[in-house]
């Protein structure tokens, strides 16, 4: 499962000859894409998302707001993903449903808002969907991907349609 955004990004940067039929693909045809991965139950909501220091009243950087911040200032429109690896919890899923919904923000607790641009994809790479709500697996499309016979299926329909009879 880790390496399958590895490889779609490959794909994305060498690119594809001939007539592209895919959205996705055609918008991001031979572009860089970068990669953000953090794992949110690794570290505390406050490290997640930032918090405002009640002594100073100043705004502190989270990992998640950090790199939200970095791409969507990037000038250019390059594929930009930040893979969120690890168990949902609902401690910052639910602040993470208006991001995913139409409005695609991101409120911070300093009540700064970011936008996630139409190039940035936030990729979910969870074990199961035991602690999603409603409303989070409604927003997501989901791949589920088995660590058993799916890999070698999806290796032999992507043969069986690239290599000529």
């Known amino acids: 499962r880790s390496e399958a955004y590895h490889v779609l990004a490959k794909t994305i940067e060498h690119g594809v000859e001939g007539e592209i039929v895919n959205d996705y693909l055609h918008a991001t045809n031979k572009q860089k894409v970068t990669i953000r991965d953090i794992n949110p139950k690794s570290i505390s909501t406050q490290e997640f998302y930032g918090y405002v220091n009640l002594a100073t009243r100043e705004w502190k950087d989270g990992m998640m707001s950090f790199y939200m911040r970095e791409?969507?200032?990037?000038?250019?429109?390059?594929?930009?993903?930040?893979?969120?690896?690890?168990?949902?919890?609902?401690?910052?899923?639910?602040?993470?449903?208006?991001?995913?919904?139409?409005?695609?923000?991101?409120?911070?607790?300093?009540?700064?808002?970011?936008?996630?641009?139409?190039?940035?994809?936030?990729?979910?790479?969870?074990?199961?969907?035991?602690?999603?709500?409603?409303?989070?697996?409604?927003?997501?499309?989901?791949?589920?991907?088995?660590?058993?016979?799916?890999?070698?299926?999806?290796?032999?329909?992507?043969?069986?349609?690239?290599?000529?009879?």
């Open 71 to 165: 791409l969507a200032n990037t000038p250019n429109t390059d594929p930009k993903w930040i893979l969120l690896d690890g168990d949902l919890d609902a401690n910052w899923i639910e602040s993470m449903n208006s991001t995913m919904d139409d409005n695609r923000l991101l409120t911070l607790p300093s009540n700064e808002r970011i936008r996630l641009l139409p190039h940035m994809k936030l990729i979910f790479e969870i074990r199961d969907l035991k602690f999603a709500t409603p409303a989070t697996a409604t927003r997501a499309g989901i791949l589920y991907i088995s660590e058993a016979v799916q890999y070698q299926n999806m290796v032999a329909s992507w043969i069986k349609r690239v290599v000529p009879p």
